[in-house]
């Protein structure tokens, strides 16, 4: 899924005086991932996607980075794990450029989000991912200096069971921004990712509830909910949300199912009704 070739960016170059970087994403929502890219894209970095650990570490190994965004769920492994085993490459490289490794998670507890900075993570930003934190962080370890997040409340985040019937179905003024920074031809791939990777959630999340398999049901929810909060898909991020974090995600599906189908549906219409008026 990623726009730049392997091959551009092979020879270590070397950090210069300007922001502009090579920045190893890894990530493994297509649509978070597309979402992230087009941003850095714009402010001018180079972009390789990986959307496992295993992807990631061979990249990594045949590439220098200046900076790797890191997201903590993985389909194959912990992103705290992958951070500890890219360190041994560059060890095991000695020539390798010791890069900032930054960890992106929707899990925003405090104590969460120190655990990964004590873990030996450069920084931290949360999901969905702002694009001007985003560009901050990029800027500050490419200049080799510290990031400390401005709103610290980020950091710190406390679930309350949300009015779903009363959350709108989409923000708007996300994906109009979307579309300033990265152009109604990129916005249109996005949305079409989204259309078929949450037809294929909703699919996968009945075939999970029909073998009472809890484990897969929380983790398409996060999947699900990840998509969702790039986009500004308002409720189905709390529908999403709501499953996750439920102690009986079966159950809590179950019981939210009308409600998760119709969302994505009316999701995907309100997504398609912004994209026409710029394209009409």
Same mark, same amino acid.
Not at 82 to 88: C, D, G, K, S, V
Not at 180 to 201: C, D, H, P, Y
């Given at each position: /899924?990623?726009?730049? &070739?392997?091959?551009?960016?092979?020879?270590?170059?070397?950090?210069?005086?300007?922001?502009?970087?090579? !920045?190893?994403?890894?990530?493994?929502?297509?649509?978070?991932?597309?979402?992230?890219?087009?941003?850095?894209?714009?402010? $001018?970095?180079?972009?390789?996607?990986?959307?496992?650990?295993?992807?990631?570490?061979?990249?990594?190994?045949?590439?220098?980075f200046d900076?790797?965004?890191?997201?903590?769920?993985?389909?194959?492994?912990?992103?705290?794990?992958?951070?500890?085993? #890219?360190?041994?490459?560059?060890?095991?490289?000695?020539?390798?450029?010791?890069?900032?490794? !930054?960890?992106?998670?929707?899990?925003?507890?405090?104590? *969460?989000?120190?655990?990964?900075?004590?873990?030996?993570? +450069? $920084?931290?930003?949360?999901?969905?991912?702002? /694009?001007?934190?985003?560009?901050?962080?990029?800027?500050?370890k490419l200049?080799?200096?510290?990031?400390?997040?401005?709103?610290?409340?980020?950091?710190?985040?406390?679930?309350?069971?949300?009015?779903?019937?009363?959350?709108?179905?989409? &923000?708007?003024?996300?994906?109009?921004?979307?579309?300033?920074? #990265?152009?109604? *031809? /990129?916005?249109?791939?996005?949305? $079409?990712?989204?259309?078929?990777?949450?037809?294929?959630?909703?699919?996968?999340?009945?075939?999970?509830?029909?073998?009472?398999?809890?484990? +897969?049901?929380?983790?398409?929810?996060?999947?699900?909910? $990840?998509?969702?909060?790039? #986009?500004?898909?308002?409720?189905?991020?709390?529908?999403?949300?709501?499953?996750?974090?439920?102690?009986?995600?079966?159950?809590?599906?179950?019981?939210?199912?009308?409600?998760?189908?119709?969302?994505?549906?009316?999701?995907? &219409?309100?997504?398609?009704?912004?994209? &026409?008026?710029?394209?009409s």
């Open positions: /899924r990623c726009t730049i &070739d392997k091959q551009e960016i092979i020879q270590p170059l070397g950090i210069t005086k300007t922001v502009n970087g090579r !920045i190893l994403l890894i990530e493994d929502n297509a649509v978070n991932a597309m979402v992230a890219e087009g941003f850095l894209m714009n402010m $001018g970095h180079h972009v390789i996607c990986a959307e496992s650990g295993h992807d990631a570490k061979h990249i990594f190994s045949h590439n220098d900076v790797v965004l890191v997201d903590i769920n993985l389909p194959d492994c912990n992103g705290v794990d992958l951070m500890h085993q #890219l360190r041994e490459i560059e060890v095991s490289q000695a020539q390798k450029h010791h890069a900032p490794m !930054i960890a992106v998670s929707a899990h925003v507890f405090s104590e *969460e989000v120190e655990s990964y900075l004590e873990a030996g993570f +450069d $920084g931290y930003l949360p999901k969905p991912v702002d /694009r001007e934190a985003l560009k901050e962080m990029i800027q500050t200049k080799g200096s510290d990031f400390e997040m401005k709103n610290q409340e980020h950091a710190i985040s406390t679930y309350e069971e949300p009015a779903i019937e009363q959350t709108g179905i989409i &923000d708007p003024s996300v994906i109009e921004a979307d579309i300033k920074v #990265l152009g109604i *031809e /990129r916005m249109t791939k996005i949305v $079409g990712a989204f259309t078929s990777s949450s037809e294929q959630t909703l699919h996968e999340l009945e075939q999970a509830a029909q073998i009472d398999n809890a484990k +897969d049901i929380k983790a398409l929810a996060h999947k699900m909910k $990840g998509s969702a909060g790039s #986009l500004g898909l308002s409720r189905l991020f709390e529908i999403c949300l709501s499953i996750e974090s439920s102690e009986d995600q079966l159950g809590r599906y179950l019981e939210l199912l009308e409600p998760l189908v119709t969302a994505q549906r009316m999701s995907v &219409d309100s997504l398609i009704s912004v994209l &026409d008026k710029h394209t």
